[in-house]
């Protein structure tokens, strides 16, 4: 197995804005630790497969596709066997494409697609005999389910605040930590993969949101840089965390286990650094080394405003200042008719030795994750969030969609307007090509 690992610095400027919060934010401090793209490249006889994590919210598809194409490219690995996320931090740089208020920046956007493009290159150039093992741990200290059953309505609300009656969560969060350590020909550890499942959006207190910072994944990041040598690479992947944020709502805890620190990112990178530094601890070098790739799409329907709401949108557009920043927000989208009935939704694969990776253009709702790995016939399966761009915005099961009161069921082409059969399809393909991956042993 030859390995290589390489990062590079995606700091926008102070001054620059951050797409990440309920209204615009400006960074206008420095950046609290450095925004990163991070790659990884893995070659073995089966061919190569490049993976980027990078300290953003999320990237358009065009976007993704193009800087797939540029490390293609430049490496000669195959487009299907590159896969790009984003870490979904909250406050990381715009984007190439408006986000609510925040407009795109194209400055920035070549900034980090010029990174990603340079970390995967290097990585790949630097690519070295090594050897990689994996290990599987719990952290259930810092997520919690977003989405609530109401006493009082009965119906689910999501962040339902630390006053109205709860009856439960709507699910149970994926804990689980997934951890690859590499290692060069001499036994030195070159970089570590993590994936874990929880919104990077604990900034909490308003002196966290004037300067960049890549959340808790950069206080993980450092923290680990720390333990094992700074020249050590780390990358950070998204679980299912759509429905999973650090508010304990039950046990009425801001940040849950953080005990309402404002520097909930800080404390929840360390602490997850540890749970890694343990399941480390345990870590062997596998045996295998076989790459694979699969890819698919699926149809599904999309939703589209009512009648009714694209009216009062109409009337929010004429005077959107007597309007809250949602309501102008969701008026300016309605305005602009959805023609699309019906929406391709790409999914990917990835074999990485004893691991098999999922990757869904979307933020993932943690039911939908759950149903793929306890179906998977790997023992190690992984879901890789906002991979390779955005296409839908949040993939959520029917019942969330039919709770008016949940974030999710409100049709926003950023947010989510796939339709009740998009869970079950998903599902489905990504069980297909996992089937056919695993097919593919012998």
Known sequence: MRIGFAERDITPAVGKQMPGGSHVLTATKPARGKLLAVAAAFESDDGAVILVSTDMLH??????????????????????????????????????????DCPADPEVAALTADGMVGAATEAFAQRAEGGFGVGV??????????????????????????ERPIVRPADVPDSSVNVLRAEDGAG????????????????????NKDRFSADYPGALRRTLKRIYGEDVKVLFFNGSAADINCYDFIGKRHFGYCGGTKN???????????????????????????????????????????????????????????????????AAEYVIPYTEDFLDIPVYTLRLG???????????????????????????????????????????????QASPETYAAKIFRGNGYTGPDT??????EALRQLAELKNNET
């Open 264 to 330: 909930a990112p800080e404390a929840i990178g360390a602490g997850l650094a540890s749970t890694v530094a343990e399941i480390n601890g345990s870590i062997t070098l596998t045996e295998d080394y076989r790459t694979g790739a699969g890819f698919g799409t699926v149809h599904v329907t999309a939703r589209k405003p009512t009648a009714e709401q694209i009216a009062w949108a109409h009337e929010v557009m004429k005077n959107p200042e007597a309007y809250s920043y949602s309501d102008r927000g969701y």
């Open 137 to 162: 741990g719990e952290d259930a200290r810092y997520g919690f389910c977003r989405d609530y059953y109401m006493a009082d309505t009965g119906n689910i609300k999501t962040n339902p605040g630390f």
């Open 423 to 428: 869970a079950d399809k998903l599902v489905k």
């Open 188 to 207: 030195n550890i070159v970089g570590f993969i993590v994936n874990y499942a929880n919104h990077p959006d604990c900034h909490g207190g308003s002196q």
């Open 59 to 100: 990237m358009s598809d065009v976007f993704a596709d193009g800087v797939r194409d540029r490390i293609s490219a430049a490496t000669g690995v195959g487009r299907e066997r590159i896969m790009v996320c984003a870490t979904h931090s909250h406050t990381a740089g715009a984007t190439d494409h408006p986000i609510w």
């Open 354 to 400: 004893p691991w098999a990776i999922v990757g869904l253009p979307g933020e993932v709702y943690t039911v939908i994750g759950r149903s793929i790995k306890e179906q998977s016939p790997f023992a190690h399966t992984l879901i890789f969030e906002l991979a390779n761009g955005v296409c839908g915005g949040y993939f959520t099961p029917p019942h969330i």
